[in-house]
């Protein structure tokens, strides 16, 4: 059996992928540019880093590093050498748009559009809210228990990276997911107000949301992120105030497993918030 090349390694969804097609017996190459025990290193935005691992590869599992544009060389080499690539994207990218209007949207769809011609067989996954953004809180959870941002009854529901993992688990060692747009979501919908009282119940402290005027919820988000992406991901909140972010059954359809609550991925990441 051939090893598949698993990039972003060492990341919250790579290393599942590694961890879950290990657990299944499947040789795995974990590509990194800082990486496991076992693993190559590599740049993706470096084609050349990337060819020495590709050797017996015919697999890989894909996701966007750094700039979109700097991906396509290494998206043109995959053409050249891989019959399949499973691209980690995201659930910005809008299909019924010829050009996108999100940034994050846009900029996955920009390797989407290289993998598409790049001849391979394909499997894009598109999740929408990463249960792991909320490890952003975990500073102010710790010190002294309160989340402080804009629009705290946005509601979405927040995938856990281990079923992010399985679904792509099953598109790179499966059969009958190529050209699949794979939507991911967590199993129902919940806002920022509730995503940080059960993070504090599982850390087993009191935690609470504090809402902020927006424009110092913005300028705090300046001081991690450009502005566009502030201001992109500020408006997708707006928008979820009311309207809560539609979940899908995908997980349950590619793995034939449920979906993993956000009251389990708290748990399991409690002591990141204690």
Known sequence: MKPILVAGATGNVGSQVVAQLRTRDVPVRPLSRNPPPGGVRGDLGKP??????LDGVDTVFLMLSGSAEALVPTVSLLGERVKRVVFLSSGAVDDSLQEQANPIGAWHRVVEEAIEAAGVEWTFLRPHGFATNTL???PSIRADGVVRGAYGEASMPLI?????AAVAVEALTGDGHAGAKYALTGTRPMTQIEQVRIIGEAAGRPARW????LEEARTAMLAKMPDFVVDTMLGGLRGLVGNPGPV???VQDVTGGPGTDFEVWAAEHAAAFR
């Open 48 to 53: 050349d880093t990337i060819a020495p691992a």
């Open 248 to 250: 899908t059954s995908t």
């Open 136 to 138: 952003g809180w975990a």
């Open 160 to 164: 856990h990276e281990k079923d992010m």
């Open 210 to 213: 504090e809402e902020i005027p």
